[in-house]
């Protein structure tokens, strides 16, 4: 029983690490708070739906095209809302309100187009097959879901470890005065870090569509999510982001369980709202930004 | 007329409303989305004691004050002791929690709320009538008015600006940052709360989604419309952004497409302000040094 919870939650939490990883590497980099990282989210998602299911293009062709569908907005977001306000040397709240701002412009949109009806991609029945390890039930898809996470979660840690692009984006995340002095493309680097981090939220939004379905309210959790295992890993970097979010998946199944569905919330901002009481420096002891 | 003086009463509570998340957001600077979670604690207590125990409306009032300062304090007193943004977090997490606890808990109404809520009653004299229901509001926002115009213009407003101009340079003129803050927070809080219990006396009916995620950043958009950091503002905002929808209402549009129509028009106004006049419609008045 215990394990299959584990499991579950260690699936939920799969995509929850993308949405932490990819809210984290905008937040702690540029320090814009990407609320409307829910818009992006949706579109991603809903676009793979259009594709897929209402123009009924080639599957993989639309899972793609929905990713990079979400690359693109959250790019354009960045160049067209985001940059003007730094140029402005904008207050936190100012940015703050704009992203909530195009959030909401965003998700009515999506609301206008597509209703408020959850929607499903369906996939082949053949993945939904459960395999039995034991005491465990868990089905292809999930374990694909999972590999895929464990692979991207690696590559970018590597990404951000070795690369050059990785490299000069942590150098601007420690400084981004001295990173312009010194000759770096700050304003080309920030579209990258859009682009990185909305490709990610993009594909968990196809995730997510794939399994359960979304509406357009869902978005608005996930990027919540996010920006809570940001404030809370953030001392560790996108290691300790990681971390959290899937342990945040897991605490949320077992609670779950013991409680009940409806007070998934409540379980997961109580967690949060104690965690800051407890430890408000973080979990980890190294301050946030 | 009736339906004038409606939205008179209306304009009126959300003046209050808006003038007090203005102490939080626009004198101080600081980001705060459970304003609505606020006003709902203020009319789900005195509904359900005015419904369940017959407590009469003004005597509610003081047991309202004292939920709205011992969550705000509790919840302000954990977040806003440490630098950085884990009281947005907090927030976020204020809003979710009340919300679900509204939905959820057995003695709250489920999502249906409360209906036939008694209109209020004071020293033996029932506000039956719209036009009497309209006076009360009156002089409730016309108090809470003269309240935040005291309270800005104190030295207490005053540092709160210096906060939010330059944190750093309050504190080392030997100001307890943590202090006003929470200060200010639980006085806003409070306020919304009171707003809240005169809102559900005077409407006569309550559900958990008039106190949503939506409605905070709604006041939040009120507040920056009209003009943040100070008074008159929100005298100018309120009636314009609440009359506007009611006059959507007489185009023949299916409710379907204007709900979502007039959140984007909301969302634009909030990030054309932002980037344009972040000042809102009637700026602040600065002395020259």
Redesign the interface.
Known sequence: MIEQIIVNGVVAGSVYILAGLSFGIIFTTTGVFHFAHAAVYTFGGFTFYQMAIAWKMPFIFSLFAGIVFAALLGVLIERVCYRPLDELQATPVQIFLTAVGLTIVLQNIALLIWKSEPLVVPISQDLLRGRQLGNIRITYFQIITIATVAALWGALHLFMGRSKMGKAIRAFAADPKTSELMGMDTKTLRLWIFFIGSALIGLAAALQIMDFGMDTTTGLSVALLGFIATLIGAGWGLTGIGVISLSLGIIENIGMVVLSSQWKQVILFGIIVLLLVIRPRGLFKTAAR | MEFVLFILIIVNIYIVLTISLNLI?GYT?M?SVCHAAFMGIGAYVTTILMMNYQWSFLATLPLVLLFAVAISTL?GV??L??K???Y???S??IQ??V???M??LAFTGGSNGFAGIPKPEILGFRFQSNFSCFLLSLIFMLLCLWFTARLAKSPFGLILKAIREDEMAAEALGKNIVFYKVAVFIIGCSLAALAGSFFASIVSFIDPFTFS?EES?FI??LV?IGGSGNIQGALVGVPLLIAFPEILRFLNIPS??AA??R??F??????FF??FR?QGILSEIRRKP
Request: proline share 5%; aromatic share 10%.
């Open positions: 957001l600077g980001i919840f954990a977040s002791r440490v950085g943004d884990h947005i977090a907090v976020f997490g979710f929690i919300m679900s606890l939905i959820n995620l950043i939040s958009c920056i379907t497409v979502p129509l959140q984007i909301y969302g634009l106004l909030i990030i932002m980037r972040p």
